[in-house]
Every structure is written in C-alpha cells, then in structure tokens.
C-alpha cells in the first residue's frame, strides 16, 4: 500500500487504539483498584477481617472477590472475547448501539478481562505495605478509610503505578488481538490490510508503532514509578 494511502489509516487506527485503552483503563482503575484493596482488608489478618471476625460475612465476600478474579484471570482473552459477545451487545444496547464489534463496543471485554489482572496487581502492591506503618496509624485513632487512603494506598504508590503500566501494556496487547473481530485500532489495520492483503509493508509499520507505543508506557510508568518512590 502507498504510504500516502497508509498513513490516514495509522492515523485513524492510532487514535481508535488509544480510544479503546484510555477508557478501559479508566474503568479497570475504577473497579480494580477497589476490589484489590478488598481482597487484602478482608483477608485472614486485614483490617475488616480483624474488627469484624473470621465468621463474619467479611470472609465470604473475600472468597466471593478471590474466586471472581481468578475466574476472570483464567480465560484467554480471545475465548473470553467470544463468550462476552452477548454481554458486549446488552451493555452497548444501553446507549443505543446494540453491537459487539467496533471500537466503543471492544471498550466491554477489554474492561472485563483487565480488571481481575489489575486487582491482582493491587492486592499485591498493598500487602508490601510495612504492616508497622498500618499499626501506628491505628494507634493514632484513624478509621479504616483513612488508613486505606493515607497509608495503604500512599505508600503502595509506586508499586500501583507499575502495576497500572503493566496492565496498560496488557490491554494495548488484547486491543490488537481484538482486531480478529474487527475491533478497529492498529490491530484490526494489521489484519485487515497486512495480513489478507498479503502487505508486508503495513505489517511492519503496525507491528512497530505498537512496539513504539509500548515502549512509550513502559518508559513513563517506569519514571513515574520511580519519582514516587521515596525509600
């Protein structure tokens, strides 16, 4: 394909990818960020678990979260992209477009699959909190939330930006196998006029403008991680 014809395309397929991810990433932060932090409050020793006890419907829920994510964890994205086909048609049906391909709809099973990889990652970066400084805050009278927002979350900051920065990649990466689908993004640009068309050119070109984006995440995270981190 000329490069005058493939560069619009890039273009467009660009902005249709960063779509795509930018608003899953949102959701995934929205939920994931606090079904993570559950899953280490309601936990054997959590401060939920600890004020309400082991009998408590606190440690139901905690196995309810933990089945749920490790459910979610264990499809791969393809196989969990079909299955939620019926799902991705009810939500977008709710704003009037009751449709599982296009960009706006590949927004539902994106989300789906991230947010039990982030909520992992959360719960992760919230138990390497010095469990001291969670004593001392309780020592000091604060609740439960203030301990979540200025001490659990603060502190785990720079392991949370990191986990975003891997989550994010992970999604660019579903994003493009999406394209299978017609999802649209720089996936769909691949297959559709590199793959069936034979193109090898606009192949490559995708293959590295995705590398390139890639590596433009990992680098901010990997900054923003390390200026957070104070020890």
Known sequence: MPWDELRPLLWTATQETFSMVGWTMLFTVAVGLPIGVLLVLTDKGGLLNARFGAA??????????????????SFPFLILLVALIPFTRWVMGLFGQATAIGTDAMVVPLTVAAIPFFARLVETSVREVDRGLVEAAQAMGASVPTVVRK????EALPSLV???TTTTIAVIGYSAMAGVIGAGGLGDLAIRYGYKNFDDR???????LLIV?????QFTGGFVSRRLNHR
Not at 151 to 154: A, I, M, N, Q, S
Not at 213 to 217: D, E, F, M, P, R
């Open 56 to 73: 408590s419907p606190v440690t139901a829920l905690n196995r309810v979260l933990g089945l749920v994510v490790n459910v979610g964890r």
């Open 213 to 217: 984006i890639v590596q433009a995440v």
């Open 202 to 208: 606009t192949m490559t070109v995708t293959v590295v």
């Open 162 to 164: 990191a986990g975003l």
């Open 151 to 154: 001490v659990l979350v603060r």
